[in-house]
């Protein structure tokens, strides 16, 4: 993958490190990352979430095709239905079910609620229940919505820098509670594989729902 350094990592860098006794100058080799340098597959801009390459995949999810994710059936019904929620693109550089693989990707939740709910995804837990997967969140404010298999639902709240570990065994959600788009980046093992028809038939234990002017966990 072909990564942009910061500027700190392309040039040369002195640190000075001072004792009482001593005083050691460290000079670091010059880090550039060159495109020429080798035929990258996929390239990642880190701060908008966007990938490219011959081997991105991408899918979109719009409102009509959420219908019983919310709760809300009339406010949805009434609402574009070709309006997309969010926006999903990823690299397999090895076949899906692939033992000791990971797949990376990234979601962009648009800003937006159905009655009093906000925008989400729709969730899922991996069909291999006991593998994990990391968040980063990129840009925006969110709330990652977690339950457990006894249907006990937390949520952690997502900013600009949040790394967030989803345990093994845990159904997890996204969801926009910001103005703007919702950014984060994505990590998971290539044999995790995604169990939606759970979530799809028996939902999350809470909804993240506008209460006195913010987002607020209710069970549901």
């Not at 993958?1 to 860098?13: F, G």
């Not at 600009?160 to 345990?167: D, R, V």
């Not at 939902?203 to 209710?218: D, M, T």
Request: with cysteine.
């Amino acid at each position: 993958m072909n990564i942009l350094l910061p500027l700190w990592l392309s040039m040369e860098t002195v640190s000075t490190f001072a004792t009482e006794a001593q005083r050691v100058h460290w000079k670091a080799p010059a880090m550039i990352a060159h495109e020429e340098s080798a035929p990258h597959q996929t390239q990642l801009d880190w701060l908008t979430g966007l990938m490219r390459g011959a081997s991105v995949q991408q899918a979109a999810k719009t409102l009509g095709e959420m219908a019983g994710m919310f709760h809300d059936a009339d406010s949805l019904r009434a609402m574009d239905q070709s309006t997309v929620l969010y926006r999903v693109q990823w690299t397999e550089p090895v076949a899906q079910g692939t033992e000791g693989g990971l797949f990376w990707g990234s979601t962009i939740i648009e800003p937006g609620r159905v009655g009093d709910e906000y925008f989400m995804t729709h969730g899922h837990f991996h069909l291999k229940r006991d593998r994990g997967e990391y968040y980063g969140t990129i840009g925006g404010k969110g709330m990652l919505v977690l339950m457990d298999q006894d249907r006990v639902t937390t949520a952690d709240v997502m900013f600009p820098g949040s790394l967030h570990f989803i345990a093994g065994g845990i159904a997890h959600r996204v969801v926009n509670t910001g103005d703007e788009p919702l950014l984060f980046w994505a990590c998971w093992p290539s044999d995790a594989g995604h169990d939606y028809g759970s979530i799809k038939a028996e939902g999350f234990g809470a909804r993240v729902l506008y209460r006195n002017g913010g987002p607020v966990l209710i069970p549901a």
